[in-house]
């Protein structure tokens, strides 16, 4: 895979028109929302895994901060 530097890339990008760089815009934007949300899914699934094995603590705000203090 060829690698380019993030000037080039903006060099590259200036050259396409208005539509595609809207089009370009709005990939990417799609892409990080996918990404973000594909983590979300793992915290969650892997937070559901803990809560199943009893690795979660649970309590009110002075029982989490007695925890804390052993």
Do not use: C, P
Request: proline fraction near 0%.
């Amino acid at each position: 895979m060829k690698t380019y530097s993030f000037d080039t890339i903006l060099e590259f990008i200036e050259e396409m028109s208005d539509d595609e760089q809207i089009t370009l815009i709005d990939l990417i934007g799609y892409r990080l929302k996918e990404k973000r949300r594909d983590a979300i899914a793992f915290n969650i699934k892997r937070a559901d895994e803990e809560y199943s094995e009893g690795k979660v603590f649970r309590g009110t705000v002075v029982d989490v901060m007695a925890e804390l203090k052993r």
